[in-house]
């Protein structure tokens, strides 16, 4: 090498000993065996969706890894002594990705959005409650009776830009059943730790880090690359290959496998989601039966032989492999002190016989049934499983196994509950009681309120409708409680449901990565970091 060479080479180095090089971008692959169909964050009240949209989108509050209410858009908020008015104090200085920046107008326009038709999230925000601007960053609600809940599920309630809504045609939510895309539906612009580079529903949904976002980051990811893969062998294949860091739900057949590989393990725990079958109970005619001039399902002796039918355990050994928990009410155990009361009516196939007898069917009928076959864990086999139980009994059921997708179009209140019999997951959006008591279990006979959105069948009781307003506003918990008790123990008594289990959590996720699990279910990766 020559003199001036040498001089080359050692300048270079000189210099470069003075230049930060570049760190490569980290990239997160996540894998869910469900779509993203709509980036609308008021579409489909769904845990999955609900997670996915909140690395774009944020509510007033958030909840952290231990799900406790934290502030987040709304620094901080007071109640009034009569608690009829709350007032929220909003954070200066937030943009949305778009630039515009976020105030009172967005609050008030998004607490107008959630409440109108289409939303599948109308009981988040009270129908009767008015929003009223103080100032650019303060908000008072004002309630027509005290609510001490009334922020127990804004964590999920995301905060639209009123400026871009409107702009592009998005101020109405999108539903479910919507045929055509809005745009809001295929395009998102939030306030939060990540924004949507790129969207093609059903292939692969690209979100990049917001390096503007205004609280400090406690990932380390420059990208998020979903996509969605269906089949269970092609996730586990593709989580161990490498190909994915995260994959949400590990097949229960999987988990040893996941476990005992080098490049990945299970996070699992136990799942706050009560999985339940409902039944059309307000039709004078099922939509989907061979019985016509009556519905079967308004016989509670139905009701009940279709729940005395199911055998549980059988379910929780063959279908889900033990990772279940057997439950006698709509609610988690860990969300209601009375629960250990309540005890799950036996499996007696006999005595179900014996019911739709004395109903008059003792030869059965013919029912449909609606369920997804990609939302939770062995959705599609646990129908299966009814479906030969109920046989059994008598009773033909059709099933319709279906994309959460289509499903929800088709089961929710935008597909004007097209369904007879179904299967759903439901984890309290407030980890409360009064969430299920009002949404799951309350009479549907008021177009005006919000009361038993998620109600698909109908199941009525105004006795129980009048103890859930009361829960609503009472301060004391042992009376609370006491009161709770009561308005589960009518549902019990009437068989207005027949709850399964609550299923067990098993995310995927590979040895370089590290990602905090919250017994809700929510693959949160703004808490992830990669190696």
Known sequence: MTIRSKFLVASVATLMAGVAVPAMAVTLRYANQGDLKSLDPYTVNETTTNAHL???????????KDLAIQPSLAERWEISEDGLTWRFFLRKGVKFHNGNPFNADDVIFSANRVRAQ?????????????????????????????????????????????????ANNAASPTPAAATTPSYASLNANGTGPFKIESHQPGVKTVFKANKEWWDKAQHNLDEIVFTPIGSDATRVAALLSGEVDVIEPVPLQDIQRVNGS??????????????????DQTRDELLFSNVKGKNPFKDKRVREA????????????????????????????????????????????????????????PNGFEVGMDCPNDRYVNDEAICQAVVSMLARAGVKVNLMAQPKAQYFGKVLKSG?????????????????????????EGCRDNPQSSRGESNLGNFCNKQHDELTDKILVESNKDKRDQMIKQAFQITFDEYGYIPLHQQALAWGVSNKVKLSQRADNSVLLYWATKE
């Open 118 to 166: 289409g939303s599948n999230f109308q009981t988040r925000v009270p129908t009767n409650s008015e929003w009223v601007k103080v100032d650019d960053y303060t908000v008072d609600v004002k309630l027509k009776s005290p609510n001490p809940i009334l922020n127990s599920q804004w964590d999920t309630w995301y905060i639209l830009d009123k400026e871009w809504a409107e």
């Open 54 to 64: 909140g690395h774009v989108y944020e509510g007033l509050t958030r909840r952290g």
């Open 416 to 440: 004007n509950y097209n369904t007879s019999f179904y299967l759903l997951g439901w984890t309290p959006g407030t980890f409360d009681s009064h969430n299920v008591l009002h949404d799951i």
């Open 262 to 279: 080098a490049n990945a393990k299970v996070l699992s725990g136990p799942e706050l989601r009560t999985i339940f079958l409902g039944m």
């Open 306 to 361: 279709f729940y005395k039918a199911i055998d549980i355990e059988t379910i929780k050994s063959r279908v889900m492999r033990g990772m279940s928990t057997p439950s006698a009410l709509m609610i988690a155990p860990d969300l209601f002190t009375y629960s250990k009361d309540f005890v799950r009516p036996k499996y007696d196939l006999e005595g179900a016989k014996k019911l739709l007898a004395d109903a008059g069917y």
